[in-house]
T-cell receptor
Framework: GESVGLHLPTLSVQEGDNSIINCAYS??????FIWYKQESGKGPQFIID?????DKRQGQRVTVLLNKTVKHLSLQIAATQPGDSAVYFC?????????FGPGTRLSVLP | DAGVTQSPTHLIKTRGQHVTLRCSPI?????VSWYQQVLGQGPQFIFQ???????GRGNFPDRFSARQFPNYSSELNVNALLLGDSALYLC?????????????FGPGTRLTVT
């Protein structure tokens, strides 16, 4: 199949803790993955990407891990802040286009 | 540099009408993709255009059409609107046509069909 899905639809974390958002993809031919953050009323915002020749990539406070063996992708956010509250989507390049999962809502508790 | 821009921001139409949504990509980007995002779901791919040619089409009826202009801006047209067309319509631009380039999204157009 070509679906991209998420294990957890909602995630609540304490401010300052680390967050981990998971994603499963089904297309073994996918070679490029992107994580997006979408705040209410706004378009998706690019966070970080990773290609299939890598298993880890780090950005500012974010890390993406790719496990091609089990077709699993995760986004780690360090020291989660209130501004991180949003819906997070992973997207996988199926052919020339991107397939998005349903999203995970991250809520940061004070 | 300006990001992807879309117009209008919000739109209310009645069933049976048609609508035209507009998108301007990031300067230098030649590919524009359109997505439909229904409330509570992830974006669903509608079209991709590159160098004014359609390069991909999602599973949407023929009521949906699009085009890309020489300046790489794009229009999405939807005819005979249905209540189910109510959604956030997102435009994304990228440098290339293959799905291995970063896609940057605009703020979207919120379409409400009554």
């Amino acid at each position: 199949g070509e679906s991209v899905g998420l294990h957890l639809p909602t995630l609540s974390v304490q401010e300052g803790d680390n967050s981990i958002i998971n994603c499963a993809y089904s297309n073994s031919a996918s070679d490029y993955f992107i994580w997006y953050k979408q705040e209410s009323g706004k378009g998706p915002q690019f966070i970080i990407d990773i290609r299939s020749n890598m298993d880890k990539r780090q950005g500012q406070r974010v890390t993406v891990l790719l496990n091609k063996t089990v077709k699993h992708l995760s986004l780690q956010i360090a020291a989660t802040q209130p501004g991180d509250s949003a819906v997070y989507f992973c997207a996988d390049n199926y052919g020339q286009n991107f397939v998005f999962g349903p999203g995970t809502r991250l809520s940061v508790l004070p | 540099d300006a990001g992807v821009t879309q117009s209008p921001t919000h739109l209310i139409k009645t069933r049976g009408q048609h609508v035209t949504l507009r998108c301007s990509p990031i300067s230098g980007h030649k590919s524009v993709s359109w997505y439909q995002q229904v409330l509570g779901q992830g974006p669903q791919f509608i079209f991709q255009y590159y160098e004014k040619e359609e390069r991909g089409r999602g599973n949407f009826p023929d009521r949906f059409s699009a085009r890309q202009f020489p300046n790489y801006s794009s229009e999405l047209n939807v005819n005979a609107l249905l209540l189910g067309d109510s959604a956030l319509y997102l435009c994304a631009s990228s440098l290339g046509v293959r799905g291995s380039y970063e896609q940057y999204f605009g703020p979207g157009t919120r379409l409400t069909v009554t």
